[in-house]
């Protein structure tokens, strides 16, 4: 990320003799990370203290320390010295935003079954900026397997938000399966996944009923006599 440089500086240069001074030339011995302005004043009265010339560290620097040695030259061959330094901080990491979702599995039913309290998927903000939610939907296998309920527009760093998810109910012998996919901030996605089985229903059993041939009988044997 670009770094803008600060403000420049401007110190100070006191004439402290008894006669005028002319500045020749105000120099800097890093002068690609300190720069110095050429529009200062060339002549300091006697007595008198000049800050127009100015002093800057140059843009972009990468993190460090840096320092440099700051030579004006004056009365055709003068010279007086001081130090500049300047140091740069390693920038704060831009927040960050994060969803986590944790998966949901319905116990086993048998066909004929009745259909299952709604469980919660639990969608975590685990970054350190806040989430706009863009869209839910379940896809995958067997999204018609499953309703999903809820509507969530913005997760805050480190809070939570649930979706509820159910079995349809009059599904048949077999494993469901879909995946809850959350777009979020723009394009970016976190997702999860619900399962469901179905086992086969119990078959009754058939049910013989007995019957007595015992007064068929007895009349076929009157009429034979």
């Known amino acids: 990320m670009p770094r803008n440089p600060p403000s420049a500086s401007s110190p100070s240069r006191a004439n402290t003799g008894s006669a005028a001074a002319t500045i020749a030339s105000v120099s800097s011995s890093d002068p690609t990370r300190f720069i110095i302005n050429a529009t200062g004043s060339t002549?300091?009265?006697?007595?008198?203290?000049?800050?127009?010339?100015?002093?800057?560290?140059?843009?972009?620097?990468?993190?460090?320390?840096?320092?440099?040695?700051?030579?004006v030259t004056y009365d055709g061959g003068k010279t007086v010295s001081s130090t500049v330094s300047f140091v740069v901080k390693e920038s704060a990491p831009a927040p960050v935003s994060e969803l986590v979702i944790g998966n949901v599995a319905f116990d086993p039913l048998q066909e004929g079954y009745s259909v299952p309290a709604a469980k919660n998927f639990t969608v975590s903000n685990t970054g350190s900026a806040d989430v706009t939610v863009n869209s839910a939907a379940l896809i995958g296998k067997n999204p018609d397997a499953f309703i999903l309920g809820g509507t969530v527009t913005a997760i805050k760093a480190g809070e939570t938000a649930t979706y509820s998810v159910q079995p349809a109910g009059n599904l048949t012998q077999g494993t469901y399966a879909a995946t809850l996919v959350v777009t979020y901030d723009g394009g970016k996605t976190a997702q999860a996944d619900v399962s469901f089985t179905v086992t086969q229903g119990t078959t009754a059993a058939p049910s013989l009923k007995a019957v007595s041939y015992t007064h068929l009988r007895a009349h076929e044997t009157e009429a034979d006599l």
Do not use: E, F, K, R
Not at 43 to 68: C, K, V
């Open 43 to 71: 002549q300091i009265a006697a007595g008198a203290t000049d800050t127009s010339w100015t002093i800057q560290p140059a843009a972009n620097l990468a993190a460090g320390t840096y320092g440099a040695t700051v030579t």
